[in-house]
Nanobody, 119 residues
Framework: QVQLVESGGDLVQAGGSLRLSCAAS????????MGWYRQAPGKQRELVAA???????NYADSVKGRFTLSRDNAKNTLYLQMNSLKPEDTAVYYC?????????????WGQGTQVTVSS
């Protein structure tokens, strides 16, 4: 059974920092591209940042220079360090795991963690 368990969401003032964690189980973590997505009220879910199995990262333009994504394959954990938070970063943040084997795609989601940034 695959589980992605997010933690670290909180209420923080603008300019503050948070660190999100995603603990994975039931998958070979190092094989997966891992990512954080977010969904604000009334908006579509969007990619925040992703890191490949080879540790290549990509970030949404809106978070570049403020957020840092990392993974610890020994701990099966994904991290998102969020600095200089803005009210527009307020959303539910979801952990995502993706892998492909031939034509089959494996994808899993966590339950989400709420991040609220007050102005």
């Amino acid at each position: 059974q695959v589980q992605l368990v997010e933690s670290g969401g909180d209420l923080v003032q603008a300019g503050g920092s948070l660190r999100l964690s995603c603990a994975a189980s039931g998958i070979i973590f190092s094989f997966y591209t891992m990512g954080w997505y977010r969904q604000a009220p009334g908006k579509q879910r969007e990619l925040v940042a992703a890191i490949s199995s080879g540790a290549s990262t990509n970030y949404a333009d809106s978070v570049k220079g403020r957020f840092t994504l990392s993974r610890d394959n020994a701990k099966n954990t994904l991290y998102l360090q969020m600095n200089s938070l803005k009210p527009e970063d307020t959303a539910v943040y979801y952990c995502n795991a993706q892998s492909r084997s031939g034509v089959k795609i494996y994808e899993y989601w966590g339950q989400g963690t709420q991040v609220t940034v007050s102005s």
